[in-house]
Protein backbone atom coordinates (compact mmCIF):
# COMPACT_ATOMS: atom_id res chain seq x y z
CA UNK A 1 0.00 0.00 0.00
CA UNK A 2 1.16 3.73 -1.01
CA UNK A 3 2.02 5.82 1.95
CA UNK A 4 -0.64 8.05 2.94
CA UNK A 5 0.12 11.84 1.53
CA UNK A 6 -2.01 12.98 4.18
CA UNK A 7 0.32 11.22 6.85
CA UNK A 8 3.81 12.96 5.80
CA UNK A 9 4.49 16.81 5.99
CA UNK A 10 2.97 19.12 8.47
CA UNK A 11 1.33 22.51 7.29
CA UNK A 12 1.52 25.30 9.47
CA UNK A 13 -1.42 27.11 10.00
CA UNK A 14 -1.19 31.35 8.86
CA UNK A 15 -1.67 33.34 11.60
CA UNK A 16 -2.12 30.29 14.28
CA UNK A 17 -2.18 26.52 14.89
CA UNK A 18 0.98 24.69 14.57
CA UNK A 19 4.43 26.06 13.84
CA UNK A 20 7.12 23.79 12.68
CA UNK A 21 10.63 25.07 13.85
CA UNK A 22 14.34 23.55 12.41
CA UNK A 23 14.54 19.94 14.33
CA UNK A 24 10.85 18.78 13.93
CA UNK A 25 9.70 20.70 16.97
CA UNK A 26 6.40 21.35 17.21
CA UNK A 27 5.29 24.85 18.99
CA UNK A 28 1.64 25.92 19.27
CA UNK A 29 0.72 29.43 18.18
CA UNK A 30 -2.32 31.00 19.38
CA UNK A 31 -2.92 33.79 16.73
CA UNK A 32 -5.92 35.19 19.15
CA UNK A 33 -3.58 35.30 22.13
CA UNK A 34 -1.52 38.18 19.54
CA UNK A 35 -4.94 40.36 19.75
CA UNK A 36 -4.97 43.58 21.32
CA UNK A 37 -1.50 43.38 22.73
CA UNK A 38 -0.23 46.39 21.22
CA UNK A 39 2.39 47.80 22.93
CA UNK A 40 2.23 45.22 25.82
CA UNK A 41 4.48 42.83 23.45
CA UNK A 42 7.49 45.26 23.67
CA UNK A 43 8.13 45.22 27.20
CA UNK A 44 11.17 44.30 28.85
CA UNK A 45 9.77 41.17 30.47
CA UNK A 46 8.05 39.87 26.70
CA UNK A 47 11.47 40.71 25.25
CA UNK A 48 13.55 39.16 27.70
CA UNK A 49 11.32 35.63 27.65
CA UNK A 50 11.91 36.11 23.45
CA UNK A 51 15.41 36.43 23.83
CA UNK A 52 15.55 33.05 25.90
CA UNK A 53 13.29 31.20 24.06
CA UNK A 54 15.48 32.03 20.96
CA UNK A 55 18.56 30.76 22.51
CA UNK A 56 17.15 27.77 23.74
CA UNK A 57 15.85 27.02 20.44
CA UNK A 58 19.16 26.93 18.76
CA UNK A 59 20.64 25.40 21.27
CA UNK A 60 18.52 22.74 21.40
CA UNK A 61 18.57 22.99 17.26
CA UNK A 62 22.67 22.89 17.04
CA UNK A 63 22.75 20.06 19.39
CA UNK A 64 20.12 18.03 17.49
CA UNK A 65 22.34 18.27 14.00
CA UNK A 66 25.15 17.04 15.79
CA UNK A 67 23.86 14.27 17.19
CA UNK A 68 22.34 13.50 13.87
CA UNK A 69 25.41 13.59 12.01
CA UNK A 70 27.00 11.43 14.39
CA UNK A 71 24.21 8.52 14.87
CA UNK A 72 26.44 5.97 12.50
CA UNK A 73 28.93 5.83 15.68
CA UNK A 74 26.06 5.22 17.84
CA UNK A 75 23.28 3.14 16.16
CA UNK A 76 23.39 0.17 14.30
CA UNK A 77 19.58 1.56 12.71
CA UNK A 78 17.91 4.93 13.11
CA UNK A 79 14.65 5.44 11.16
CA UNK A 80 12.96 8.78 10.88
CA UNK A 81 9.81 9.62 9.91
CA UNK A 82 7.53 12.96 9.83
CA UNK A 83 4.05 12.61 10.73
CA UNK A 84 1.69 15.40 9.98
CA UNK A 85 0.49 15.81 13.60
CA UNK A 86 2.26 14.96 16.46
CA UNK A 87 1.50 11.84 17.77
CA UNK A 88 1.28 11.48 22.14
CA UNK A 89 1.43 7.74 21.93
CA UNK A 90 3.27 4.92 20.44
CA UNK A 91 3.39 1.47 20.53
CA UNK A 92 4.63 -1.87 18.64
CA UNK A 93 1.98 -4.81 17.24
CA UNK A 94 3.43 -8.06 18.34
CA UNK A 95 2.76 -8.99 14.51
CA UNK A 96 5.91 -9.74 12.35
CA UNK A 97 6.12 -10.44 8.79
CA UNK A 98 9.33 -11.69 6.94
CA UNK A 99 8.59 -11.46 3.08
CA UNK A 100 10.36 -14.13 1.03
CA UNK A 101 13.27 -12.96 -0.42
CA UNK A 102 13.10 -9.18 0.54
CA UNK A 103 15.83 -7.62 3.13
CA UNK A 104 13.73 -6.87 5.48
CA UNK A 105 10.93 -7.55 7.80
CA UNK A 106 7.37 -5.92 8.63
CA UNK A 107 6.36 -4.90 11.54
CA UNK A 108 3.06 -2.61 12.65
CA UNK A 109 3.06 0.31 15.02
CA UNK A 110 -0.21 2.14 16.83
CA UNK A 111 0.21 5.83 16.65
CA UNK A 112 -2.98 8.82 17.46
CA UNK A 113 -2.81 11.94 16.25
CA UNK A 114 -3.33 15.05 18.26
CA UNK A 115 -4.00 18.14 15.60
CA UNK A 116 -5.16 22.02 16.29
CA UNK A 117 -8.41 21.63 15.64
CA UNK A 118 -8.75 19.02 12.98
CA UNK A 119 -10.12 16.12 12.80
CA UNK A 120 -7.80 13.08 14.57
CA UNK A 121 -7.30 9.71 13.98
CA UNK A 122 -6.20 6.51 15.66
CA UNK A 123 -3.14 4.95 13.62
CA UNK A 124 -2.05 1.50 12.29
CA UNK A 125 0.93 2.16 10.56
CA UNK A 126 3.66 -0.07 8.81
CA UNK A 127 7.23 -0.41 9.20
CA UNK A 128 10.15 -1.83 7.11
CA UNK A 129 12.86 -2.61 9.03
CA UNK A 130 16.19 -4.65 7.48
CA UNK A 131 17.03 -7.67 8.35
CA UNK A 132 19.82 -8.28 10.58
CA UNK A 133 21.79 -10.16 7.87
CA UNK A 134 20.89 -7.30 5.38
CA UNK A 135 23.97 -5.90 3.63
CA UNK A 136 24.30 -1.44 3.71
CA UNK A 137 27.03 0.71 3.58
CA UNK A 138 26.70 2.43 7.00
CA UNK A 139 29.12 5.09 5.96
CA UNK A 140 27.46 6.51 2.86
CA UNK A 141 26.72 10.14 3.24
CA UNK A 142 24.18 11.80 1.81
CA UNK A 143 25.36 15.38 1.03
CA UNK A 144 22.50 17.17 0.11
CA UNK A 145 20.62 16.47 3.30
CA UNK A 146 23.55 15.95 5.27
CA UNK A 147 22.56 12.22 6.64
CA UNK A 148 24.27 8.87 6.36
CA UNK A 149 23.64 5.21 6.16
CA UNK A 150 22.30 3.07 3.84
CA UNK A 151 18.72 1.66 4.25
CA UNK A 152 17.68 4.01 1.42
CA UNK A 153 13.89 5.02 0.62
CA UNK A 154 13.33 1.66 -1.46
CA UNK A 155 13.05 -0.59 1.19
CA UNK A 156 12.95 1.84 4.20
CA UNK A 157 9.19 2.95 4.41
CA UNK A 158 7.04 3.70 7.05
CA UNK A 159 3.47 3.65 5.84
CA UNK A 160 0.04 4.59 7.23
CA UNK A 161 -1.77 1.48 6.91
CA UNK A 162 -4.91 2.38 8.73
CA UNK A 163 -6.85 5.70 10.17
CA UNK A 164 -9.61 5.49 12.18
CA UNK A 165 -11.67 8.65 13.04
CA UNK A 166 -11.32 9.27 16.95
CA UNK A 167 -12.75 11.74 19.41
CA UNK A 168 -10.54 14.62 20.10
CA UNK A 169 -6.38 14.06 20.38
CA UNK A 170 -5.04 10.58 21.02
CA UNK A 171 -4.27 11.06 24.83
CA UNK A 172 -2.83 6.94 24.58
CA UNK A 173 -3.74 3.98 22.84
CA UNK A 174 -2.92 0.19 23.74
CA UNK A 175 -3.80 -3.20 22.18
CA UNK A 176 -5.02 -5.81 24.23
CA UNK A 177 -2.58 -8.84 24.32
CA UNK A 178 -4.65 -11.99 23.94
CA UNK A 179 -6.23 -9.96 20.42
CA UNK A 180 -3.76 -7.09 19.16
CA UNK A 181 -6.52 -6.19 16.78
CA UNK A 182 -8.57 -4.54 19.88
CA UNK A 183 -6.86 -1.42 20.51
CA UNK A 184 -8.29 1.02 23.23
CA UNK A 185 -8.12 4.85 23.32
CA UNK A 186 -8.12 7.68 25.90
CA UNK A 187 -9.77 10.45 24.65
CA UNK A 188 -9.84 14.21 25.70
CA UNK A 189 -13.24 13.45 27.50
CA UNK A 190 -14.02 11.06 30.31
CA UNK A 191 -14.73 8.08 28.08
CA UNK A 192 -12.31 4.98 26.53
CA UNK A 193 -13.00 3.87 23.58
CA UNK A 194 -12.38 0.11 21.84
CA UNK A 195 -11.30 -0.59 19.04
CA UNK A 196 -11.43 -3.66 16.40
CA UNK A 197 -9.57 -2.32 13.72
CA UNK A 198 -9.83 -5.27 11.69
CA UNK A 199 -13.77 -3.88 11.25
CA UNK A 200 -12.57 -0.41 9.95
CA UNK A 201 -12.05 0.43 6.89
CA UNK A 202 -8.52 1.76 5.70
CA UNK A 203 -9.20 5.27 4.82
CA UNK A 204 -11.69 7.22 7.78
CA UNK A 205 -15.14 8.11 6.60
CA UNK A 206 -15.24 11.75 5.29
CA UNK A 207 -17.51 12.85 7.52
CA UNK A 208 -15.51 12.90 10.57
CA UNK A 209 -18.29 10.42 12.55
CA UNK A 210 -16.05 8.37 15.45
CA UNK A 211 -17.37 4.77 15.26
CA UNK A 212 -16.15 3.08 18.10
CA UNK A 213 -16.59 -0.79 18.90
CA UNK A 214 -17.53 -0.07 22.74
CA UNK A 215 -17.78 3.08 25.26
CA UNK A 216 -16.23 2.45 28.07
CA UNK A 217 -18.22 4.87 31.10
CA UNK A 218 -17.11 5.32 34.68
CA UNK A 219 -14.72 8.53 35.10
CA UNK A 220 -15.82 11.93 35.18
CA UNK A 221 -12.49 13.09 33.59
CA UNK A 222 -10.13 12.44 30.45
CA UNK A 223 -6.79 10.79 31.63
CA UNK A 224 -3.41 9.08 30.46
CA UNK A 225 -2.87 5.98 31.84
CA UNK A 226 -4.32 2.64 30.29
CA UNK A 227 -3.08 -1.08 30.87
CA UNK A 228 -4.84 -4.06 29.60
CA UNK A 229 -4.65 -7.39 32.15
CA UNK A 230 -2.06 -9.87 30.25
CA UNK A 231 -3.34 -13.09 32.61
CA UNK A 232 -7.16 -11.99 32.21
CA UNK A 233 -8.28 -11.19 28.58
CA UNK A 234 -10.55 -8.33 28.55
CA UNK A 235 -9.64 -6.85 31.79
CA UNK A 236 -8.69 -2.99 31.24
CA UNK A 237 -7.35 -0.56 33.91
CA UNK A 238 -7.46 3.10 32.87
CA UNK A 239 -6.37 6.56 35.57
CA UNK A 240 -8.01 9.60 35.37
CA UNK A 241 -7.74 13.43 36.39
CA UNK A 242 -10.70 12.79 38.45
CA UNK A 243 -8.85 11.13 40.76
CA UNK A 244 -10.00 7.55 40.27
CA UNK A 245 -8.81 3.83 38.64
CA UNK A 246 -11.25 2.37 36.49
CA UNK A 247 -11.32 -1.54 35.97
CA UNK A 248 -13.98 -2.80 32.75
CA UNK A 249 -14.49 -6.38 31.90
CA UNK A 250 -15.15 -6.13 27.85
CA UNK A 251 -15.92 -9.74 27.63
CA UNK A 252 -19.23 -8.59 29.56
CA UNK A 253 -20.68 -7.14 26.88
CA UNK A 254 -22.33 -3.95 26.43
CA UNK A 255 -25.68 -3.11 28.59
CA UNK A 256 -27.04 -0.74 26.47
CA UNK A 257 -25.70 0.08 23.04
CA UNK A 258 -22.26 0.04 22.79
CA UNK A 259 -21.79 1.33 26.40
CA UNK A 260 -20.04 -0.46 29.20
CA UNK A 261 -20.08 0.33 32.55
CA UNK A 262 -16.90 -0.01 35.05
CA UNK A 263 -16.84 -3.41 36.87
CA UNK A 264 -15.28 -1.39 39.96
CA UNK A 265 -13.72 2.24 40.74
CA UNK A 266 -10.82 2.91 42.48
CA UNK A 267 -10.74 6.01 44.64
CA UNK A 268 -7.37 5.71 47.04
CA UNK A 269 -5.94 9.13 45.64
CA UNK A 270 -5.93 12.36 46.59
CA UNK A 271 -5.02 14.20 43.16
CA UNK A 272 -4.69 13.18 39.47
CA UNK A 273 -3.86 9.55 38.56
CA UNK A 274 -1.33 9.92 36.03
CA UNK A 275 -0.29 5.96 35.26
CA UNK A 276 -1.57 2.76 35.86
CA UNK A 277 -0.43 -1.01 35.46
CA UNK A 278 -1.17 -3.98 35.72
CA UNK A 279 1.05 -7.07 37.53
CA UNK A 280 2.73 -8.53 34.95
CA UNK A 281 2.27 -12.15 36.86
CA UNK A 282 -0.25 -11.74 39.16
CA UNK A 283 -3.78 -11.35 37.36
CA UNK A 284 -5.23 -9.61 40.71
CA UNK A 285 -2.76 -7.18 41.16
CA UNK A 286 -1.62 -3.43 39.54
CA UNK A 287 0.12 -0.16 40.90
CA UNK A 288 -1.28 3.14 40.39
CA UNK A 289 0.71 6.45 40.77
CA UNK A 290 -0.56 9.93 40.81
CA UNK A 291 -0.03 14.00 41.39
CA UNK A 292 -0.01 13.21 45.27
CA UNK A 293 3.01 12.16 45.12
CA UNK A 294 2.24 8.11 46.26
CA UNK A 295 2.68 5.03 44.73
CA UNK A 296 -0.67 2.35 45.77
CA UNK A 297 -0.63 -1.39 44.66
CA UNK A 298 -3.66 -2.83 44.56
CA UNK A 299 -5.65 -6.56 45.26
CA UNK A 300 -8.93 -6.65 42.52
CA UNK A 301 -9.78 -9.69 45.15
CA UNK A 302 -10.15 -6.94 48.20
CA UNK A 303 -13.47 -5.83 49.88
CA UNK A 304 -12.28 -2.56 49.47
CA UNK A 305 -11.87 -0.11 46.44
CA UNK A 306 -11.15 2.23 48.55
CA UNK A 307 -8.01 1.62 50.06
CA UNK A 308 -4.77 0.19 48.28
CA UNK A 309 -3.38 -2.74 50.13
CA UNK A 310 0.18 -0.84 50.25
CA UNK A 311 1.08 2.66 50.10
CA UNK A 312 4.15 4.48 49.67
CA UNK A 313 5.61 8.12 49.78
CA UNK A 314 7.38 7.15 46.49
CA UNK A 315 8.85 10.94 45.31
CA UNK A 316 9.40 14.27 46.56
CA UNK A 317 7.08 15.28 43.24
CA UNK A 318 4.18 14.39 41.24
CA UNK A 319 4.36 10.40 40.14
CA UNK A 320 4.07 10.22 36.65
CA UNK A 321 4.52 6.51 35.26
CA UNK A 322 5.29 2.96 35.99
CA UNK A 323 6.23 -0.40 34.88
CA UNK A 324 6.44 -3.67 36.65
CA UNK A 325 9.19 -6.23 35.76
CA UNK A 326 7.87 -8.94 33.31
CA UNK A 327 10.69 -11.67 34.55
CA UNK A 328 10.12 -10.68 38.82
CA UNK A 329 7.47 -11.08 40.51
CA UNK A 330 8.65 -7.97 42.98
CA UNK A 331 10.37 -5.66 40.58
CA UNK A 332 8.86 -2.27 39.55
CA UNK A 333 9.82 1.25 38.35
CA UNK A 334 8.38 4.61 38.60
CA UNK A 335 9.60 7.96 37.71
CA UNK A 336 8.72 11.57 38.55
CA UNK A 337 8.73 14.94 38.01
CA UNK A 338 11.46 15.26 40.43
CA UNK A 339 13.68 14.44 37.80
CA UNK A 340 14.05 10.20 39.29
CA UNK A 341 13.81 6.73 38.37
CA UNK A 342 13.06 4.60 41.43
CA UNK A 343 13.81 1.18 41.42
CA UNK A 344 11.16 -1.33 44.22
CA UNK A 345 10.86 -4.27 45.64
CA UNK A 346 7.10 -5.29 46.35
CA UNK A 347 8.98 -7.65 49.47
CA UNK A 348 10.11 -4.32 51.39
CA UNK A 349 8.48 -0.84 49.94
CA UNK A 350 9.40 1.30 52.73
CA UNK A 351 12.57 1.53 51.25
CA UNK A 352 14.12 2.26 47.55
CA UNK A 353 15.85 -0.74 45.83
CA UNK A 354 17.97 2.08 44.05
CA UNK A 355 17.22 5.73 42.57
CA UNK A 356 18.62 7.08 38.97
CA UNK A 357 19.21 10.90 38.51
CA UNK A 358 20.35 11.31 35.13
CA UNK A 359 17.74 12.75 33.66
CA UNK A 360 17.60 16.92 33.98
CA UNK A 361 14.02 17.33 33.73
CA UNK A 362 10.40 15.29 34.42
CA UNK A 363 10.02 11.84 33.32
CA UNK A 364 7.33 10.72 31.51
CA UNK A 365 7.21 6.89 30.64
CA UNK A 366 9.75 3.82 32.09
CA UNK A 367 9.32 0.78 30.34
CA UNK A 368 10.71 -2.57 31.04
CA UNK A 369 12.57 -4.89 28.21
CA UNK A 370 10.74 -7.94 27.24
CA UNK A 371 13.84 -9.90 26.31
CA UNK A 372 16.23 -9.09 28.97
CA UNK A 373 14.79 -8.86 32.68
CA UNK A 374 18.18 -5.84 33.38
CA UNK A 375 17.25 -4.02 30.47
CA UNK A 376 14.86 -0.37 31.72
CA UNK A 377 14.43 2.21 29.56
CA UNK A 378 13.08 5.62 30.62
CA UNK A 379 12.53 9.05 28.68
CA UNK A 380 10.93 12.83 29.76
CA UNK A 381 10.83 16.15 28.61
CA UNK A 382 14.86 16.54 28.90
CA UNK A 383 14.88 14.95 25.35
CA UNK A 384 16.97 11.90 26.58
CA UNK A 385 15.69 8.33 26.46
CA UNK A 386 18.27 6.17 28.69
CA UNK A 387 18.84 2.42 28.97
CA UNK A 388 19.58 1.26 32.47
CA UNK A 389 21.19 -1.81 32.92
CA UNK A 390 20.38 -3.14 36.38
CA UNK A 391 22.85 -6.05 36.15
CA UNK A 392 25.69 -3.21 36.97
CA UNK A 393 24.09 -0.63 38.36
CA UNK A 394 25.19 -1.03 41.61
CA UNK A 395 28.98 -0.02 40.36
CA UNK A 396 27.66 2.47 37.58
CA UNK A 397 25.22 5.37 38.09
CA UNK A 398 25.56 6.50 34.59
CA UNK A 399 22.88 4.83 31.76
CA UNK A 400 24.06 1.86 29.84
CA UNK A 401 23.04 4.01 26.49
CA UNK A 402 21.69 7.19 26.13
CA UNK A 403 19.72 8.49 23.27
CA UNK A 404 19.97 12.77 22.10
CA UNK A 405 16.96 14.11 20.31
CA UNK A 406 15.91 17.46 19.59
CA UNK A 407 12.16 17.17 21.29
CA UNK A 408 10.67 16.04 24.18
CA UNK A 409 10.25 12.08 23.99
CA UNK A 410 7.34 9.65 24.71
CA UNK A 411 9.23 5.84 24.83
CA UNK A 412 7.20 3.60 22.70
CA UNK A 413 8.39 0.26 23.42
CA UNK A 414 11.01 -2.41 22.50
CA UNK A 415 10.80 -4.72 19.69
CA UNK A 416 12.88 -7.93 18.94
CA UNK A 417 15.80 -7.57 21.15
CA UNK A 418 18.31 -3.67 20.75
CA UNK A 419 15.21 -1.71 18.70
CA UNK A 420 13.35 0.97 20.68
CA UNK A 421 10.98 3.53 19.39
CA UNK A 422 9.94 7.28 20.46
CA UNK A 423 7.29 9.56 19.90
CA UNK A 424 6.51 12.66 21.68
CA UNK A 425 5.17 16.18 21.23
CA UNK A 426 7.07 17.44 17.60
CA UNK A 427 6.12 15.38 14.30
CA UNK A 428 9.35 13.30 14.33
CA UNK A 429 8.37 9.19 14.88
CA UNK A 430 12.08 7.71 15.71
CA UNK A 431 13.13 3.82 15.52
CA UNK A 432 16.77 3.13 17.10
CA UNK A 433 18.24 -0.27 17.02
CA UNK A 434 21.18 0.22 19.34
CA UNK A 435 24.52 -0.91 18.61
CA UNK A 436 25.73 -4.56 20.01
CA UNK A 437 28.37 -3.19 21.26
CA UNK A 438 26.56 -0.93 23.60
CA UNK A 439 24.26 -3.70 25.25
CA UNK A 440 27.28 -6.13 25.82
CA UNK A 441 28.72 -6.02 28.87
CA UNK A 442 31.17 -2.88 28.95
CA UNK A 443 33.11 -3.32 32.55
CA UNK A 444 35.51 -4.81 29.95
CA UNK A 445 37.10 -1.90 28.10
CA UNK A 446 38.38 -0.87 31.90
CA UNK A 447 40.70 -3.84 32.07
CA UNK A 448 41.30 -6.49 34.92
CA UNK A 449 44.60 -4.32 37.16
CA UNK A 450 42.42 -0.95 37.15
CA UNK A 451 39.37 0.26 39.58
CA UNK A 452 37.21 3.47 39.24
CA UNK A 453 37.94 5.96 41.31
CA UNK A 454 35.74 8.70 39.71
CA UNK A 455 32.72 8.69 36.91
CA UNK A 456 31.23 11.52 35.47
CA UNK A 457 29.43 12.49 32.67
CA UNK A 458 30.39 15.35 30.17
CA UNK A 459 28.62 16.36 27.54
CA UNK A 460 31.29 17.52 25.05
CA UNK A 461 31.22 19.42 21.92
CA UNK A 462 27.16 18.51 22.57
CA UNK A 463 28.02 14.85 22.49
CA UNK A 464 28.01 12.38 25.26
CA UNK A 465 30.72 10.48 26.71
CA UNK A 466 32.21 9.20 29.88
CA UNK A 467 35.03 10.18 31.28
CA UNK A 468 36.79 6.81 33.54
CA UNK A 469 39.38 8.24 35.98
CA UNK A 470 41.57 4.89 37.27
CA UNK A 471 43.85 4.50 40.47
CA UNK A 472 46.63 2.84 38.77
CA UNK A 473 50.24 3.22 39.80
CA UNK A 474 49.57 6.90 38.58
CA UNK A 475 46.85 8.80 38.25
CA UNK A 476 45.29 8.26 34.66
CA UNK A 477 42.12 9.82 32.53
CA UNK A 478 40.52 8.14 30.11
CA UNK A 479 38.02 9.66 28.12
CA UNK A 480 35.56 7.82 25.31
CA UNK A 481 32.71 7.81 23.20
CA UNK A 482 29.56 5.89 23.85
CA UNK A 483 30.33 4.28 20.40
CA UNK A 484 32.94 2.08 22.22
CA UNK A 485 35.48 2.72 19.76
CA UNK A 486 37.03 6.06 20.03
CA UNK A 487 39.14 6.27 23.64
CA UNK A 488 41.80 9.21 24.37
CA UNK A 489 44.14 9.94 27.44
CA UNK A 490 44.33 12.77 28.66
CA UNK A 491 47.95 14.35 28.56
CA UNK A 492 47.80 15.48 32.63
CA UNK A 493 48.29 13.96 36.43
CA UNK A 494 44.75 16.10 38.00
CA UNK A 495 45.78 16.21 42.13
CA UNK A 496 42.08 17.34 42.72
CA UNK A 497 38.53 16.42 40.76
CA UNK A 498 38.16 20.11 40.32
CA UNK A 499 41.38 20.15 38.53
CA UNK A 500 40.00 16.97 36.41
CA UNK A 501 36.33 18.79 35.86
CA UNK A 502 38.51 21.75 34.04
CA UNK A 503 40.74 19.65 32.13
CA UNK A 504 38.08 17.37 30.53
CA UNK A 505 35.38 20.34 30.09
CA UNK A 506 38.02 21.76 27.45
CA UNK A 507 39.28 18.40 25.83
CA UNK A 508 38.23 17.99 22.23
CA UNK A 509 37.58 15.14 19.75
Known amino acids: MAADAGFVGAEASPGGGWRERADGFLLHVDSSRRVGRGASLHTARHLRTVFEDTVEERVINEEYKIWKKNTPFLYDLVMTHALQWPSLTVQWLPEVTKPEGKDYALHWLVLGTHTSDEQNHLVVARVHIPNDDAQFDASHCDSEKGEFGGF ?31 IATKTPSSDVLVFDYTKHPAKPDPSGECNPDLRLRGHQKEGYGLSWNSNLSGHLLSASDDHTVCLWDINAGPKEGKIVDAKAIFTGHSAVVEDVAWHLLHESLFGSVADDQKLMIWDTRSNTTSKPSHLVDAHTAEVNCLSFNPYSEFILATGSADKTVALWDLRNLKLKLHTFESHKDEIFQVHWSPHN ?95 LVYQAPTWHCIVGSLSGGVWRSLPSDPSTLSELLRTVSYCSF
Open 152 to 182: GSVTGKIECEIKINHEGEVNRARYMPQNPHI
Open 373 to 467: ETILASSGTDRRLNVWDLSSFMEDTLPRYQILAGTPMSLGSFAQCRRITSCRYGKWLKIFTMMKSQMSQHRNWRGKDLKPKVRAMFLLNVMLHTC
